[in-house]
């Protein structure tokens, strides 16, 4: 291929990314001056794309409201509760898997637990509903979002993590028992460091499927506990939806994942390809 | 030694563990989590399989009296053309998501890494093209609905102002409210594919592309030579992914157009939470759930073994 | 009395690996096993160090039957053929490790460190991490974690095989002057049998599932019990050459098959031979009892052999060629100054004395 035509691809490429760009951008650029926007702006029959008048009261609005920032924390208390239970559990598995794989059930069982990510939601929903109403904690609490979301989270944590310590080399491990570990004190001394960037991506990607989870909030919860995905279609006036005030609410709440994901990329990405490469 | 001189010792071997950590201790460690798992998944899928071969609805359920019908939810939903159809569209949708997003995750991850080239400038990009990615699906299906309002929606007033359109393009008529359906989910997921190549590009051995270079080959010979191979496993994976949620897929539909209008944009696990939550049909709605999964399992089994296949042919797996 | 004896030690996966191998290693004996890739030597060690678990037999330190115990417990340190260093610790850490996980207080472990980091001259390396070092002080950082366990035996495994030579040379020295190590008895394994006649108190070569011979140095060389100790101990491997006997009493005489190649027997070992009654051999010379002589020189009590040049190469601090010398190929150890073309005639010297002849089935040595 000729220099000249490098380039020209090189440039296309250029322009394509550029227009993804655009196009990833947009609806966040209207997403954002929607939430400054005053409810009637957002209704007129030719939008506008810049703000007529910057209603920043908006977001005060929303949070006048103590409800809704409850709402924050119920959506926080619920993603770091299952994501601890899934890192947790799932590196319970994912390390008996990688060690000891044939005393752990071997691949069938690994491949069951991954295949219930496959699951329709629907398969969950309609029996967890009626099991939960009979247990303690009902459908309508923290614990039961918490132990629901490990139904996806724990499969997905269990695979990644049985990669990662199958990366952490075994002999590390033996050369700890023949300095006098036992296998405890050696788990943690030497392979608990080595997997926990893996650990960290793991976290990252449970955590943030939890706090936008959608459709078992809608179902399960919604008086004693509610999280920021179902507060959002509240906001209406009548059987108008409040775009102004769903798009500034919902920007608030894209905040955490994002910061998350600034702050963790490097793990991220390292996690994923070493998850995914070598899965 | 052929197996007639095998020592005595050998011959009675007895399988022992090792020394370092009890026998029980790998079950115990996989014991708590799949027991965990089983409780959560077991018990609904075999109430699932139950009920799929029950006439269960809400009412039943109550009291108790449902009654066995045998194949009949299973054929009910069969021989639906509203199954058909939902099908229909879920091809549709695998073919121009599914497939998109990772084709355009792809390239975008692939031009991210070879062509920009300054590492602070990968890294804003990278970061602005996974937002997308960090919203709730329910709420990029309110705000695309917001966007594709056909009236006064800004994607339409933006491609009236642009000159692209004459008219305000009925996002949500039959037909069409599919393709709406299908942009949200391409611009909310698409960053994930991109992650996932991305990632699998950083990871790739550096001194391959050494020698390629000392060998003289550049641009798209590498790429086609050296870098698509070696990501044929991760952009698979990458598909599994997105292929595997597809079949769950629930929350757009549901948030922008509850199947319609008038069921022309349906998809299978939609129609299952229908007919199971919203109309209480339970037994069918077990059926539903059954056969989707069933189809996604067979598929996704089959793709891993072709899969497996191709890279052993390639000499990867 | 911190002896480490070996018993019936059986071990197998699809196939018996060690089969009923037995061995005893005295305090501050300095035991090396030697063997070819493969053959079960860091199996072994795995085995004594607790890391397998051994299908039969019994394996004890001292007084101590060590056979059940988990590696924790056991009084063993082991060096990997990969050094297993913790890559997340510092070099300082690493050698501490065994210190920190009987909890010693903090100054102790400071103090016995960088005595041991200063006997193995790394001690301006304790900052930096394993991946900051070179291969060689990564080795002598992992003998310093075993040196500072003091167990009551030292296990290595394969310690200089991936280093380069002059870094190798340097810790042969080493290992020779550590009295540590040699107060306490300290099993090494290699396939390089130079570093296990340089550096054994007695070696043991490994061999069909067990030691196939075990002796001094000199011994196992000069002695080798059959074909398959002689072959491996040796560089270039010996030469073997299947033959018969033919002749009788006094006046044996070897006899290749149908090529011209062929010598008379020693007197000696006519006499040994003659009561076996063998006609079938294999017959090993080393490349070493092979001269290759000169125009006009001569070489009296050795039998002379001609031959033509098949290859030659130049290795190290010898050259080495093999020759045709009729019809059986003979490799012999030259000095470098000689140049030798192909097919070039020559003429090869047989020291008959110190051939070996060996069983044609067993391989045994027929002459012991």
């Known amino acids: ?279 | ?317 | 009395m911190a002896r480490l004896q070996i018993e019936g030690l059986c071990k197998g996966w699809d196939f018996p690996v060690i089969d009923r191998l037995d061995l005893t290693v005295e305090e501050g004996e300095f035991f090396i096993v030697v063997g070819p890739s493969g053959i079960g030597k860091t199996t072994l060690l795995r085995l004594i160090a607790g890391l397998e678990t051994a299908d039969a037999g019994r394996i004890a330190i001292g007084d101590q039957d060590i056979t059940t115990l988990p590696p924790y417990k056991r009084p063993v340190a082991m060096t990997f053929e990969s050094y297993a260093l913790y890559p997340h610790l510092s070099v300082f850490e690493n050698i501490a490790s065994p210190l920190r996980a009987r909890r010693l207080d903090k100054a102790a472990i400071r103090q016995v460190v960088t005595e041991v980091a200063k006997l193995l001259r790394i001690e301006t390396l304790l900052d930096r991490r394993p991946g900051e070092i070179s291969g060689g002080q990564k080795q002598r950082t992992a003998l310093g974690r075993t040196l500072v366990a003091e167990p009551q035996v030292f296990l290595l495994d394969e310690p200089i095989s991936h280093l380069d030579a002059k870094i190798r040379h340097e810790l042969r020295l080493q290992f020779h002057s550590l009295e540590e190590l040699r107060r306490v008895a300290t099993l090494y394994v290699t396939h390089d049998y130079a570093e296990a006649l340089s550096l054994g108190d007695r070696i043991g070569v490994m061999g069909h599932g067990g030691l196939v011979q075990i002796g001094t140095a000199r011994d196992v060389f000069m002695r080798p019990r059959s074909l398959f100790v002689a072959q491996h101990l040796g560089q270039p491997a010996i030469n073997a050459v299947t033959a018969h006997l033919t002749g009788e009493g006094a006046a044996l005489h070897v006899r290749a098959g149908n090529s011209s190649f062929g010598f008379p027997v020693v007197a000696a070992h006519a006499a040994a031979l003659g009561r076996g009654g063998y006609r079938q051999v294999t017959v090993g010379i080393r490349p070493q009892h092979v001269k290759v002589l000169r125009n006009g020189e001569d070489a009296p009590g050795h039998h002379v052999i001609d031959g033509h040049v098949e290859i030659y190469e130049a290795l190290g601090a010898n050259g080495v060629l093999v020759a045709d010398a009729g019809g059986v190929n003979l490799t012999a150890l030259t000095s470098l100054e000689r140049d030798f073309a192909h097919r070039q005639p020559v003429r090869l010297a047989l020291q008959t004395d110190a051939v070996f002849y060996f069983h044609a089935d067993s391989g045994d040595n027929l002459l012991l």
């Not at chain 2, 609904?44 to 269960?56: C, I």
Request: hydrophobic share 60%; proline share 5%; with cysteine.
């Open chain 2, 1 to 317: 030694m052929s197996v007639a001189e095998m020592p005595d010792w050998f011959v009675h071997k007895k399988l022992r563990g090792n020394l370092i950590v009890a026998r029980w201790v790998p079950a115990a460690l996989v014991g708590l989590p799949v027991l965990v798992l089983f409780a959560i998944v077991v018990y609904p899928t075999v109430w699932m399989f139950y009920h799929a071969f029950q006439d269960t609805n809400m009412m039943r359920l109550f009291q108790g009296n449902w009654s066995f019908v045998g194949w009949d939810n299973f054929a009910a939903v069969l021989s639906s053309g509203r199954f058909g159809d939902s099908v229909l569209h879920l091809m549709q949708y695998l073919l121009f998501g599914c497939v998109l997003q990772v084709i355009l995750g792809t390239i975008l991850a692939l031009t991210l890494y070879e062509v920009v080239r300054k590492e602070w400038l990968r890294v804003i990009l990278l970061i602005v093209m996974v937002l997308p990615m960090m919203l709730p699906p329910s709420i990029v299906g309110v705000l695309w609905k917001f966007l594709l309002t056909p009236s006064n929606g800004a994607v339409n007033q933006a491609l009236l102002n642009l000159g692209l359109i004459d008219a305000h393009v009925e996002w949500f008529n039959a037909g069409v409210s599919l393709w709406a359906i299908i942009i949200a989910d391409v611009w909310n997921w698409t960053a994930l594919p991109l992650l996932i190549v991305y990632s699998g590009r950083v990871s790739l051995p550096p001194a391959v592309y050494e020698a390629a270079r000392v060998d003289g080959a550049k641009g798209w010979l590498v790429m086609r030579r050296i870098t698509l191979p070696m990501l044929k496993e991760v952009i698979a994976i990458a598909f599994i992914v997105r292929f595997m949620d597809a079949f769950k897929f629930v929350d757009l539909v549901y948030v922008m157009t509850s199947g319609g209008p008038a069921q022309t944009s349906e998809l299978p696990a939609y129609i299952a939470f229908q007919r199971g939550i919203r109309e209480f049909a339970i037994g069918e709605a077990a059926a539903y759930a059954i056969i989707i999964f069933a189809i996604s399992a067979v598929l996704i089994v089959l793709f891993l073994k072709y899969l497996k296949k191709v890279l052993k042919a390639q000499g990867f797996a």
């Open chain 1, 1 to 279: 291929m000729s220099e000249q035509s490098a380039r020209l691809v090189r440039t296309l490429l250029l322009i394509f990314l550029g227009l993804w760009l655009i196009l990833t951008l947009f609806p966040l650029y209207w997403q954002f001056i929607t939430a400054f926007k005053s409810a009637a702006e957002t209704n007129r029959t030719i939008p506008t794309f810049w703000p007529e008048v910057w209603h920043f009261e908006n977001l005060a609005a929303i949070f006048a409201e103590p409800s809704n920032f409850g709402a924050l924390v119920d959506s926080f208390i619920i993603a770091t509760g299952n994501t601890v239970a899934s890192l947790v559990l799932g590196s319970l598995a994912g390390y008996a898997f990688a060690r000891f794989p044939r005393q752990a059930g071997g691949e069938n069982l690994a491949f069951w637990i991954l295949s219930n990510r496959m699951f329709p939601p629907v398969a969950v929903l309609v029996p967890m509903f009626f099991l939960f109403d009979a247990m303690p904690w009902g459908t309508d609490s923290y614990l039961s979002l918490i132990i629901l979301y490990l139904v996806f989270n724990m499969p997905l944590a269990t695979w990644l993590m049985m990669v990662f310590f199958r990366d952490a080399p075994r002999e590390l491990e033996e050369a700890a028992y023949l300095d006098g570990y036992t296998p405890l004190r050696a788990f943690v001394k030497v392979t608990l460091p080595l997997v926990l960037p893996g650990m960290i991506s793991v976290a990252m990607l449970c955590w943030i499927f939890a706090w936008n989870e959608y459709l078992f909030a809608n179902l399960f919860v919604g008086t004693q506990v509610r999280t920021f995905t179902i507060v959002i279609p509240t906001f209406t006036h009548g059987s108008q939806s409040l775009w102004n005030l769903q798009m500034a609410f919902s920007m608030v709440a894209m905040l955490p994942p994002v910061a998350l994901f600034i702050l963790l990329r490097r793990y991220m990405v390292r996690g994923l390809s070493l998850g995914v490469v070598k899965g």
